[in-house]
């Protein structure tokens, strides 16, 4: 019932290797959800107490340690052998006199990675400052280097599978989007609409149901359009607000992200105008993507886009998705922004979100792409504009309402 | 449009100052993003970047310091004058040569914190190891000690308005456990079910919709309820399965969790052993609860009605809950587990969750509880036993269907 061939997952882990013996590495300690799961198929809501997988660069398998409760989880859902799955006691959980990083420790110790040049991942969530304190306590004699971004650096170019659960959930999105954007009218209530949104992302199509996005659906409604991560309230939408709807479909924990924003009836001069500024300058950047070019020369195009209006934007373009845990769909390597030197390839996806947020008025209209061997495509098919909600339906909506 | 009154802000953060003082500390740095939002009313999901609420003991207000874009949603979510709202350039973003500790280390150098005694959450997700090296290097004079739990702490006694907001997520919670049970039939898929209950609880009732909880709902089914923390899968129900369903209402940010046990059609012997194993315990552990009790004494009363059984848990009866972010909406304080020294005192809220999980079958019912004067009342008022589906009603069904 692994999602992807057993030999996908030993080839994500050769390629993983392949970058420790780089960086001089000989084990990488892995906090990060979604390398987890990419490197073994791990998948459970336990990210919330403290776990790991060990990969010895010696070693065709990797190690998954966590709380005992857990193992259960990683026998059903990774493709190692049993003797590869390790649980700590629940007392290590939540305590004020033990910690996990503890056991870990002496594991690893009895492992005899005691002296190892160790990379853990050094700015993720799931690895805290306390965390590595303990295990350094555990290994003194251990060199710990940096290991971030290791397994995300090997994520960035999908397989061919990935790409097809990416398909999906874009799928996913567009349905939760369609089905968000007829509830967004005076007289409903936000929450309205994000149940909306929610029950059709996960309950999905007859063929396949979606997972649960990293990031919830983002709402800002009206004035504050201009905050983009606010969530939903049950306050009720008036008309001639604007509304931003920012959401992910997710699949096998793929996500496509998509943004639109919609106004309830007649719009705003002012929202038809960044909109359009909005619109000219995504598809401005559709056009020009292609391998080759730098993410630094995606952002210059928007850029010049932007500055024929008068306007410049601080925050980035975009940036590099795929597979991801709460409580971040970006995959924290490649930003679509000024000076950003990695080079596009084929398969590399992105999530392309040209916000504009104004004093009191905002527009998010964005594309989740995948750069091929000649530009780009993207992955949902939904009209690219400012939505009026009261006159907008889609041709095909019989398939994804 | 804060959800407290801003002299609860006040007393909350006066409470802290307290506590701050006992440490030893000049200088509070929260990361916690249900800390914020207890101190500042602070809610936004902009947590995937580094974020921080400065508390100094000299001073009234606490500063919020995050990225550009977030700081209106500070401006619009708290009660803090705008001078003490701060945001950092977005090119300190998931950037691999800047870091926003080092934006925020500059500014704490600024306000003369530089050689201060400076108290850090060193075991929370959102202060990784590597915010914690870059804030230490920007700081190099500064002393950091554990500011580990502290507001936590405070956080354990409810007010009244806190206890009343826990009542409607309790409402909510009731009514997604209500509809999730309707869905949970052979021929429906698990993502049928999690949309459903989804969809209710964001939508909510009539006069108040919810938020999103810190945990998605979990939804493990036939062998896999052996396996606590899985999700939902589009695989179809069969006739005979035991399915957990558990999940939380939240409002506010406040959480009421609850798990139910259903079966599809008539349930095994052992399904029906081990659920009336469970019952008994939580039933004996409300009876006896009240102020004064230790966490540990409340875990020997389940030990003892388990030992009557035969069976030894080695996991912990529950833990204090109440308002919280995406990955846990336990409080991280107190546990209802053997020695846990922590005095049950009124307005105390725990989740009670005898969880028993075998080889091939697992059970979970449990109740989110408030300490009273006298003993202890559960939050909602839901059916405590294992949910026959196919005979399932409510006497109240048509206020929460």
Redesign the interface.
Not at 122 to 133: C, L, P, R
Not at 226 to 234: A, G, Q, V
């Given at each position: 019932m692994l999602p992807f061939d057993i030999t996908e997952y030993q080839s994500r882990l050769l390629k993983t290797r392949n970058l420790m013996e780089k960086a001089g590495l000989d084990v990488l300690l892995i906090t990060d959800p979604a390398n987890m799961n990419y490197l073994s198929g791990y998948?459970?809501?336990?990210?919330?107490v403290h776990q790991m997988m060990i990969v010895d660069i010696h070693e065709s398998q990797p190690i998954w340690i966590g709380r005992?409760?857990?193992a259960?989880?990683a026998k059903?859902t990774t493709w190692m052998t049993e003797d590869h799955i390790i649980g700590y006691?629940?007392?290590f959980?939540?305590?004020?006199t033990l910690?996990p990083m503890q056991f870990i420790g002496d594991f690893l110790h009895k492992k005899g990675m005691q002296a190892n040049r160790i990379g853990?991942e050094?700015?993720?969530?799931?690895?805290?400052?306390?965390?590595?304190?303990e295990l350094k306590r555990s290994l003194p004699d251990a060199q710990f280097l940096s290991g971030?971004?290791l397994v995300n650096q090997v994520r960035m170019i999908k397989s061919d599978q990935e790409i097809t659960y990416m398909q999906r959930a874009a799928k996913l999105a567009e349905i939760a989007m369609y089905n968000g954007v007829q509830t967004v009218r005076s007289g409903n209530?936000?929450?309205?609409a994000?149940?909306?949104i929610?029950?059709?992302m996960?309950?999905?199509t007859k063929e396949?149901?979606?997972?649960?996005p990293a990031?919830?659906p983002?709402l800002p409604t009206g004035e504050?359009t201009?905050?983009?991560?606010?969530?939903?309230?049950?306050r009720t939408f008036q008309e001639g607000e604007g509304v931003i709807i920012e959401l992910a479909g997710c699949y096998k924990r793929y996500h496509v992200p998509m943004a639109r924003t919609v106004s309830i009836g007649t719009p705003s001069t002012e929202l038809l105008r960044i909109s359009s500024i909005a619109i000219e300058g995504i598809n401005r950047v559709l056009q020009e993507v292609k391998p080759g070019m730098t993410c630094g020369d995606v952002e210059l195009v928007w850029r010049h886009s932007l500055k024929a209006h008068g306007i410049e934007k601080?925050?980035?373009l975009g940036?590099s998705v795929g597979v991801n845990y709460?409580?971040?769909w970006?995959e924290?390597t490649a930003?679509i922004?000024r000076g950003d030197q990695t080079v596009l390839e084929p398969n590399m996806t992105f999530h392309i979100i040209p916000g504009l947020?104004f004093d009191r008025s905002g527009v998010e209209i964005s594309e989740t792409i995948r750069v091929t061997e000649t530009g780009c495509e993207t992955f949902t098919n939904f009209p690219r504009e400012l939505i009026i909600n009261s006159s907008f339906t889609l041709e095909d909506q019989g398939e994804i309402s």
């Open positions: 998948d459970a809501w336990s990210f919330y005992f409760m857990d259960p989880a059903v006691p629940d007392v959980v939540h305590s004020n910690h853990v050094m700015d993720h969530y799931y690895f805290s400052a306390k965390a590595f304190e971030d971004l209530r936000e929450c309205d994000a149940a909306m929610y029950y059709h996960i309950s999905g396949y149901g979606g997972d649960y990031i919830v983002l504050r201009s905050i983009p991560h606010l969530t939903w309230s049950d601080e925050s980035r940036y709460p409580p971040d970006g924290h930003s922004r947020w």
